[in-house]
């Protein structure tokens, strides 16, 4: 069992179901959740947890309002993160040239902070007719072992 803290950025609200979604099946995986709808980096638990951040993109590839300061904190932080592990679900629309760009901004930071990112970084586009917290669900599933 692992302790899992679920990071959440989102301006419209459909980053939060995937993350419940994620939630629900790491609940019943075993592990235990703690899901961050306004992150501040300081009070999420980081020594020996896995982040998993669930993120949209928004503006020209800009991180939404909510985890704006999340990540201007993490950028500046010199707190050691190597027990830190991580893995990112981004979810974007790739009709923009910056395709998921918070998530992969905020994949690679968290790499240069020293932290082990677990699984490659999972992008949802929702141009295509997908159900995103289903394909998140799935994605899980098929992860398990790395979990
Ligand atoms: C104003 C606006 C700007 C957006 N910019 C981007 C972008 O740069 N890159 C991207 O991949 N998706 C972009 N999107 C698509 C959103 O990331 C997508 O609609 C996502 O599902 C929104 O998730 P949320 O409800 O959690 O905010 C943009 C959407 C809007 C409305």
Request: net charge negative; proline share 3%.
């Amino acid at each position: 069992m692992s302790s899992f803290q679920i990071i959440v950025g989102s301006m419209l609200g459909g980053s939060e179901y995937v993350a419940e979604a994620c939630e629900e099946t790491l609940i019943a995986m075993g592990h235990e959740v703690t899901l961050h709808f306004q992150p501040e980096f300081e009070q999420i638990l980081s020594e020996n947890q896995t982040w998993l951040i669930c993120t949209s993109t928004h503006g020209a590839g800009d991180f939404p309002d909510n985890i704006q300061s999340f990540v201007t904190d993490l950028e500046n932080s010199n707190k050691d993160l190597s027990s830190l592990k991580f893995f990112t679900i981004g979810i974007g629309d790739s009709s923009y040239d910056t395709f998921c760009y918070a998530a992969k901004n905020l994949n690679k930071l968290l790499i240069t902070k020293g932290c082990v990112e677990i699984i490659p970084l999972k992008t949802l586009d929702m141009s295509a007719d997908i159900d995103p917290e289903e394909r998140s669900q799935a994605w899980l599933n098929k992860n398990n072992d790395l979990l």
